[in-house]
């Protein structure tokens, strides 16, 4: 049985940084390529990046140069480290395998909040 749990979260001012924690249990992880999403109230989950079980990574392009995605493949958990953070960061953060559907099992997410 798939299990997702993210953390990590908070409140954080504009410029701040938050490193965000997901953990997987079944087979979700291991072969998987993971990935971060997230979502704004009242419009679409939207992904932020990927990364491969082979730490190839991708960026969407209103984050690159300011967060990147690791994991730990021993610990089942995948990471991101989010620098200069800004208001429009502010989101529902989701960690699922890559691509996800609305369908597919979605943990609770953790939320991040930048003030101006």
């Known amino acids: 049985q798939v299990q997702l749990v993210e953390s990590g979260g908070g409140l954080v001012q504009a410029g701040g940084s938050l490193t965000l924690s997901c953990t997987a249990s079944?087979?979700?992880?291991?072969?998987?390529?993971m990935g971060w999403y997230r979502q704004i109230p009242r419009k679409q989950r939207e992904l932020v990046a990927t990364i491969t079980r082979n730490n190839d990574t991708y960026l969407a392009y209103f984050v690159e140069g300011r967060f990147t995605v690791s994991r730990d493949n021993a610990k089942n958990t995948v990471f991101l480290k989010m620098n200069s953070l800004k208001p429009e960061d502010t989101a529902v953060y989701y960690c699922?395998?890559?691509?996800?559907?609305?369908?597919?099992?979605w943990g609770q997410g953790t939320q991040v909040t930048v003030s101006s």
């Open positions: 699922n395998k890559w691509p996800a559907y609305a369908y597919d099992y």
């Open positions: 079944g087979k979700i992880f291991s072969l998987d390529t």
